[in-house]
């Protein structure tokens, strides 16, 4: 049985190593291919001086920290206070931050769109109903990030100390609590930035300029830089999910050190 | 975790507690309120929606009852459901497969963290930049398409076409196997190894085992994370949209056309097809979660 499992075991490992491996593969090859006959990097020559790509990244940029930012401001005190002051209000928090993996992302743009471009709420242009709409889908993971994070500090002694050394709230808040779950902070921070730049339906349908809706368009059309660009964008996806192993891992020990 | 919780519970009773159950009510209103402006008051309209008449705003039935008799949507929720189905099973069993070979195959112990490595970034890698990865691979010019010709086959002349059902869902499974390595990993853990021992020494067979003790253990765990596949598949978007450019009829792609073009003529339609997607959606995260909890049970 042993021997007959292991054989099995290789087999279903290299059929997903092959699945997993050959599409990015497929695509680095094609991004090469730009000039005929000879592999070269033209293609990515070609995106770094594209206008419309530096353009549309850049806003998606622009979106993800402005996304963090007020994911920030409006998750930590609530975790917080929640945390702390008002557990009678945990269950429904936690409904509605999972609300949008319920909510199929077409249909709360859907919603938010119907909803936004009548009176008496027409704001369906602003790029702050846009922002707002990314924080919604990084809630989940926003949320728990910050969450977890305060679970593995003691919320409760840490604002005490703080109290009876005369700290206001915002003290408490900024300079207390916060320091303590930036590791947590940060990898919800990686994760909301990964989420907005990959972001297709939002700025496709709210009519905004941004990196996924750019690269759609772009296979339309042509068929070496849209390879390129979802090399840089495997890169990225890579590196975020990379950072937020690293940071996480050393923010563990660093809190080990720290806490004794 | 229950004496912290009632630690935690009887310490505010020792301070005056009005005056700061005032300011933690301040501090979380923010929240609610973006919650209820961005999240439940638009959700909550694609309800209202669908039970409204466009014209007169009237209760109705009529929309949900138009979406039951109009075949064109009727028939994009099938081929939703259809590939959701099928890549819920194929790649529930696919991931199964792969995670039991990790974990339990007697393999180098290295291959099962860079499994759950690969399976962290694969699960998170979806939407447009994947649709391109399999164009590169096997759009009609695509690099294995080539590779395939040289070899003096075509699958081209052979009935697939990467832009129809089967190429749709070769490139979901993408994303679908990934989640049940994820997810059922843990409870392979569990499968403790004295239950294979003990029924050895009772004098089963491998199939016997199987049968008798590992499958009822897992199997919900299985069939939950199935259904978690079937709502994950049902509620992408982006992935067919970049692929096809938005010429196949799945719901999500009809809702999207539906946003920007009115293409069914009467926005009550549309509501109504969005509430189909909610409730499908509710009742496999709902499934998911019930059938999860009875794993839990084994384990500790």
Redesign the interface.
């Known amino acids: 049985?042993?021997r007959g499992?292991?054989v099995?075991?290789?087999f279903?490992?290299i059929?997903?190593i092959l699945?997993?491996f050959?599409?990015?593969?497929?695509?680095f090859?094609?991004?090469l291919r730009a000039k005929l006959g000879v592999l070269s990097f033209q293609a990515y020559e070609d995106v770094f001086t594209d206008p419309d790509f530096i353009y549309n990244f850049g806003y998606s940029v622009f979106w993800g920290v402005l996304t963090i930012i007020v994911g920030i401001l409006?998750?930590v005190?609530?975790a917080y206070?929640?945390r702390?002051?008002?557990?009678q209000?945990r269950s429904s928090?936690e409904f509605?931050t999972l609300?949008?993996?319920?909510?199929?992302?077409?249909?709360?743009?859907?919603?938010?769109?119907?909803?936004?471009s009548q009176p008496p709420f027409l704001i369906v242009d602003s790029p702050a109903?846009l922002v707002?709409?990314y924080?919604?889908l990084a809630?989940p993971y926003m949320y728990r990030a910050v969450d977890t994070g305060l679970r593995s500090i003691d919320v409760?002694t840490l604002t005490e100390a703080a109290q009876s050394l005369g700290a206001g709230?915002g003290t408490i808040l900024f300079r207390v609590i916060l320091p303590n779950i930036r590791v947590a902070i940060l990898s919800g921070a990686f994760l909301s930035f990964?989420i907005v730049i990959?972001?297709?339906?939002l700025a496709?349908?709210l009519v905004k300029p941004a990196f996924?809706p750019y690269?759609?368009y772009l296979?339309?059309q042509k068929?070496y830089e849209?390879?390129a660009?979802?090399v840089i964008?495997?890169a990225l996806?890579?590196a975020f999910?990379g950072i937020i192993q690293f940071v996480g891992r050393g923010g563990a020990q660093a809190q080990i050190g720290g806490g004794r | 975790m229950t004496v912290v919780d009632n630690v935690?519970?009887g310490?505010?009773n020792a301070r005056p507690a009005r005056t700061?159950?005032s300011?933690?009510?301040l501090?979380?209103m923010?929240?609610f309120v973006?919650?209820f402006?961005?999240?439940?008051?638009?959700?909550s309209?694609?309800v209202v929606?669908s039970f409204r008449d466009a014209r007169t705003h009237a209760f109705t039935f009529k929309n949900v009852l138009a979406l039951l008799s109009t075949p064109y949507l009727i028939n994009a929720y099938w081929l939703s459901i259809k590939i959701s189905l099928i890549t819920a099973l194929g790649g529930g069993l696919?991931g199964f497969?792969?995670a039991?070979?990790?974990i339990r195959?007697?393999?180098p112990r290295f291959?099962r963290s860079s499994?759950m490595t690969?399976c962290?970034?694969?699960s998170?890698?979806?939407?447009?930049?994947?649709?391109?990865?399999?164009?590169?691979?096997l759009s009609p010019?695509?690099?294995?398409t080539h590779l395939l010709i040289s070899l003096g086959f075509n699958p081209y002349y052979h009935g697939f076409t990467l832009y129809t059902f089967w190429g749709l869902s070769l490139v979901y499974?993408?994303f679908q196997?990934p989640l049940m390595v994820l997810i059922i990993a843990p409870a392979i853990d569990g499968l403790r190894r004295e239950w294979l021992e003990a029924a050895e020494n009772l004098g089963a067979s491998?199939l016997q085992y199987w049968r008798y003790v590992a499958l009822p253990i897992l199997l919900p765990a299985m069939l939950g994370t199935m259904i978690l596949l079937f709502g994950n598949a049902?509620?992408a978007?982006?992935t067919a949209?970049?692929l096809t450019?938005g010429q196949v009829n799945l719901v999500?792609i009809v809702?999207?056309a539906?946003?920007?073009g009115d293409v069914l003529g009467d926005?009550g339609l549309?509501?109504a097809l969005?509430l189909g997607?909610?409730v499908v959606?509710?009742l496999a995260?709902a499934g998911y979660t019930l059938l999860l909890r009875r794993t839990e049970r084994w384990l500790r």
């Open positions: 049985m042993r499992g292991q099995w075991a290789w279903w490992m059929l997903g699945y997993f050959l599409p990015l593969l497929a695509t090859l094609f991004s409006l998750f005190p609530t206070l929640i702390l002051r008002l557990p209000f928090v509605i609300l949008p993996f319920v909510i199929p992302a077409i249909v709360f743009v859907f919603g938010l769109v119907r909803t936004f109903l707002a709409a924080t919604v809630m409760r709230w990964a990959g972001e297709l339906i496709q349908y996924a690269l759609a296979i339309q068929a849209p390879a660009m979802a964008s495997f996806t890579w999910l | 935690e519970r310490a505010p700061k159950l300011w933690a009510w501090g979380v923010p929240f973006f919650a402006a961005f999240l439940l008051y638009p959700s309209t694609i929606g696919f497969l792969l039991y070979s990790a195959g007697g393999l291959m499994l690969f962290g970034v694969a998170n890698f979806a939407g447009v930049p994947l649709a391109f990865a399999f164009i590169a691979l010019s695509g690099e294995l499974m993408y196997f491998s049902f509620g978007y982006a949209f970049a450019g999500t809702i999207g539906e946003l920007t926005a549309g509501y969005a997607m909610v959606m509710a995260i």
